[in-house]
Each structure stands twice: as C-alpha cells, then as structure tokens.
C-alpha cells in the first residue's frame, strides 16, 4: 500500500468530518489527506490517477483495476496484422505504483454506495472516498445482434476489448486459407474509436496482400458512412485494388444475426459466409457505471463537461469512453483529455475555486499501410458549460506518401508518449 503523503501543500479532509463538500485545506493534526479512488486503470482512469499524483496536491489515491497487465486497444490492429509483438502493447502499473505513489489495488469494483461514498471490491473489502471516478470503458449489447453473445465471441471475436480477443482474431487470421473471406461488422454510433475498424480493414487487406493475395474483405456496416471514407477509400484504392467490398447499411440494413456455427452473417435478406467473422457489437457504459446508476437511456453516463463530474451523481466523476462527451470522440486521446480536465476539477474543487477548463487539443491516427495514416485533429473550447470542437483537421485525399510516412511515424511517437502517461 503506498499513500502519497507530501510533506506541505497536503489537500487534506477533517478525520471525523462529514464527507460533504465544499472541500477545504487544512493541515489539523489528525486531519487525513483527501482521498481520491479511480475505477479503471485504462487510458482515461490511468492518466488521471497520474496526473493527481504529479500535481503535488498530496492526494491519497486508489487506483482499482482487475488486471496486473493492461493491453491498449490503440495499436492493437497492428498486432492483430503481425505488424507488432503481444508484449509491445502490453504494459504494467509498477511505475505508476512504484514512482508516482498510486496505490493499485488489482481487484474488480463490484458496487458502488454513493451516500456512504464508498467502492465495494471483488475481494470483499469496501474503500472510502472523498471523490470517485469511474473509467471502466465499454461493454457490449449481447442482445443487439441476434445469436451474438460472449459464447459467440469466441468463434467471431469482436477485438474491441483488446487482450485474448485480440489474440484470437490474429490466430484466426493467421489460419485462414489464402482465397478465404474476412467479414468485419462495425456497429453504429456511438462507439469506441470511431475509424478503427476501418484501420483494421486497412491492415488486414496489408496483410492478405503479403501472405494470402486471393482473400477479400467484406465489409457489413451498421451505418451508412464511416469516419474518413474519403480517404481510406482512396487508400484502398491505391494500395488493396479488389480486395475489400463495403456493404452500407442503407442498403443492407446491417447485420442482423449470426450463425457461429456455419460461419454466418445475416442482414435483412441476405446470408454471407466468411472465414473469419469480426462482429463488433453496439456498446454501451462499462458495466459498473450502469450499475452505479450514472448512465441515463442511452447506456451512456452523462457529465457536467466541464468537470465531468456525473449530471446525476454528485461527486462521481466518469471520464472516457463510458462518459457521453460529444463532439469528443470515444478515443483513447479523448479519454487523455478528460483525465487531466477531471484532474484539475478535482484539485479546484479541493480548494475551493470554480472550474475554470483549459482550451485543448489531441489527435488521433488511422494507418493505411504499416508507413501510410491519416490523422484527425481537434481543439475544443468550453462554451457557456458545453465543450465545442473549434478546429477539425483531418488529412486530406491526395497527399504524397513522404507526408502520410511523416504522419504514421507522428502516430508512433503518440503511441509512445500515451503510454507513458498512463503508466509512467
Ligand atoms: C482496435 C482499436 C484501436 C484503437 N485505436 C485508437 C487510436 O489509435 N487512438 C485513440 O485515441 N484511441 C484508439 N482506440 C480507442 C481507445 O482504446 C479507447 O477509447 C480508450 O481505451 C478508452 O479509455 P477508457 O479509460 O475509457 O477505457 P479502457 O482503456 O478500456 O479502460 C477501462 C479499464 O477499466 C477496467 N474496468 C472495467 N470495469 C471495472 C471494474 N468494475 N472495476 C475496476 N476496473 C474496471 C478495465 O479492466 C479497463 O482496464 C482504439 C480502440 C480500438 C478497439
């Protein structure tokens, strides 16, 4: 257990006081350091717990995560293509325990009591908290794709929680027979990371191109446009003639049902066989934030998006892809945003002052090719309580592969620089 205790400018909560705020400084003797518990060890709950460790607040926080090794779904299309090593997207919280004095706790929470303010864990003991975020990313609706559930899943993965899913779809692939068909069923919106099945399409096509040249792609969509279609099907184009066919919803209506056991996929009238089927279902708020009461009818949790702090919970904050926080995209450098918004709320909060969030920025990558991405950047304001996109930079069509090289190294180094504010 590793409390972080600094020795001044401690944020600290009265020991015996009621738990309401306003919070306040004190340095009492007796008094207790303002405790922070995070639900979540992913790219939002990671990068938050860091963030307040850095801040000097001398906070004591929890970080609650069931895994010892966190697998990042960001890259993990490259690692499905044999593009990279399991280990390469792998990471462990030794740092953030070790160098930043989060204690991390490798234990599922398993309900949460808003009045009493504490965190009940699979282990059976409760925790105490000042301030509560939930980050516990997505789950699926098994009950939105007739025949598809966790069973299923493991004959047509989905690979959108990355780990073992991922590891299945790239086995799956690896044992395909050159002449073989991959099916891929995106869902419809809102869902996490909104162009990665269509890097994955990217990458796949990359590697049938290298080891099986007869396969094809088919693509079953849940909608009828995708995010950058321009240019991945300008990209598709250039590099993978042939190789991938796009069926939209508007005219198939989506995939309806599936059928693991001959290896098929219905929409509206028609049936497809494929080899490998990736059925990516529709999501919806990682289960303990449903359960915590913090989602609303869509599934999703609504936030103050200034402080994301819950719209129907006070004091609970939700960051990342289980957080309703449009325009943001549900993306791992949304989710790194919000950490540090969150974070600094959290701190003002503490001491007392209104929420005053930062004009920001972040970017997310999309590969063609292992050397060809696409890039989106955006920049967000705050206006009158409500985040904005102020800037919406996508790559164009047309660019020379010197530029779309220059952005997929951009996207290594993003790889590189997220995962060292998640885990040190
Ligand atoms: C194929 C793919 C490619 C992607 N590529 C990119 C990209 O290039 N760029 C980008 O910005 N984003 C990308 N993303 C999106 C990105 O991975 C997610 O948006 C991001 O991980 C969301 O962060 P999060 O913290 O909300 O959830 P997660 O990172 O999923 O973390 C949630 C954590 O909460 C834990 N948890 C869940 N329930 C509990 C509980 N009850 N108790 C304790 N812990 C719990 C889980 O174990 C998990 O570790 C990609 C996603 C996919 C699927």
Request: glycine share 10%; proline share 6%; aromatic share 8%.
């Amino acid at each position: 257990m590793v409390a972080n205790h600094g020795r001044r400018g401690f944020l600290r909560i009265a020991g015996g006081a009621a738990l309401a705020t306003p919070w306040f400084w004190t340095r009492n003797a007796g008094a207790r350091a303002a405790r922070v518990v995070v639900i979540g060890g992913g790219a939002g709950g990671a990068i938050l717990a860091r963030t307040l460790a850095r801040s000097g607040a001398g906070l004591d926080i929890t970080l609650i995560e069931p895994k010892t090794r966190y697998t990042t779904c960001f890259f993990s299309n490259r690692y499905i293509t044999g593009l990279q090593d399991f280990n390469s997207i792998t990471h462990g919280y030794d740092r953030l325990a070790g160098n930043h004095g989060v204690r991390v706790l490798h234990q599922a929470a398993t309900g949460i009591d808003p009045d009493a303010r504490t965190v009940r864990l699979s282990g059976g003991e409760t925790i105490g908290w000042d301030r509560l975020v939930v980050a516990p990313g997505i789950d699926f609706r098994w009950d939105a794709i007739e025949g598809y559930g966790p069973q299923a899943a493991e004959i047509m993965p989905h690979a959108w929680r990355a780990g073992a899913q991922s590891q299945l779809l790239r086995a799956q692939l690896e044992a395909m027979e050159d002449g073989g068909t991959f099916l891929i069923a995106p869902p419809e919106n809102p869902y996490r990371c909104p162009s990665g099945p269509y890097e994955r399409v990217s990458l796949v096509a990359h590697y049938f191109k290298q080891a099986k040249p007869k396969s094809k792609i088919l693509i079953l969509d849940a909608k009828s446009e995708f995010p950058l279609q321009a240019q991945f099907e300008e990209g598709w184009a250039n590099h993978y003639a042939d190789m991938i066919e796009v069926i939209p919803a508007d005219f198939s209506g989506g995939p309806r049902a599936v059928d693991p056991s001959t290896m098929t996929v219905m929409s509206e009238d028609d049936d497809f066989k494929a080899a490998v089927a990736n059925i990516i279902p529709p999501q919806i708020a990682g289960k303990i934030a449903r359960d915590a009461g913090l989602a609303d009818d869509s599934g999703w949790c609504p936030i103050n998006h200034e402080s994301l702090e819950s719209a129907i919970i006070p004091g609970i904050h939700v960051i990342g892809d289980a957080a309703i926080v449009s325009p943001m995209p549900k993306a791992g450098y949304t989710a790194n945003i919000q950490a540090k918004i969150c974070a600094r709320a959290i701190i003002l909060a503490l001491i007392g002052k209104a929420v005053d969030p930062p004009v920001t920025s972040g970017a997310c990558w999309s590969h063609i090719t292992p050397d060809n991405a696409v890039r989106e950047y955006a920049e967000y304001e705050f206006v009158d309580g409500v985040v904005v996109r102020t800037i919406l930079d996508i790559s164009l069509t047309g660019e020379d592969d010197n530029l779309r090289a220059a952005t997929a190294g951009a996207a290594d180094r993003w790889y590189r620089d997220i995962t060292h504010e998640m885990f040190g």
